[in-house]
């Protein structure tokens, strides 16, 4: 049974910190690409970043881009999202999504086969 569990969300206030991670079992992690996706109230989910399943690319959305971080520990079977000078706009459920790995870090939703239960971040102005 294959299961991604996120940790690490919280309240925040805006310029501040977070750093998410996302525990995977029930895969070969190593031969996975992982992403983080995110959704607020109201809105659809949208991609926030990805990584191979080497750690060798990543992608990022151009939001996030020069503020967040994903990286990758394939001992320990768990993606990381370190979260830097957050804003309010990054408020939402952030998820962990895992797919078979490719060279190609995609963005989209339905291109991940498995996903985490969310974690809330909640950054106050």
């Known amino acids: 049974q294959v299961q991604l569990v996120e940790s690490g969300g919280g309240l925040v206030q805006a310029g501040g910190s977070l750093r998410l991670s996302c525990a995977a079992s029930?895969?070969?992690?190593?031969?996975?690409?992982m992403a983080w996706f995110r959704q607020a109230p109201g809105k659809e989910r949208e991609f926030v970043a990805a990584i191979t399943w080497s750690g060798g690319a990543t992608n990022y959305a151009d939001s996030v881009k020069d503020r967040f971080t994903i990286s990758r520990d394939n001992t320990k079977n768990t993606v990381i999202l370190q979260m830097n000078s957050l804003k309010p706009e990054d408020t939402a459920v952030y998820y962990c999504?895992?797919?078979?790995?490719?060279?190609?870090?995609?963005?989209?939703?339905?291109?991940?086969?498995?996903w985490g239960q969310g974690t809330q971040v909640t950054v106050s102005s």
């Open positions: 999504a895992g797919r078979a790995g490719s060279r190609i870090t995609h963005t989209y939703a339905s291109a991940y086969a498995y």
């Open positions: 029930g895969i070969t992690f190593s031969n996975y690409n």
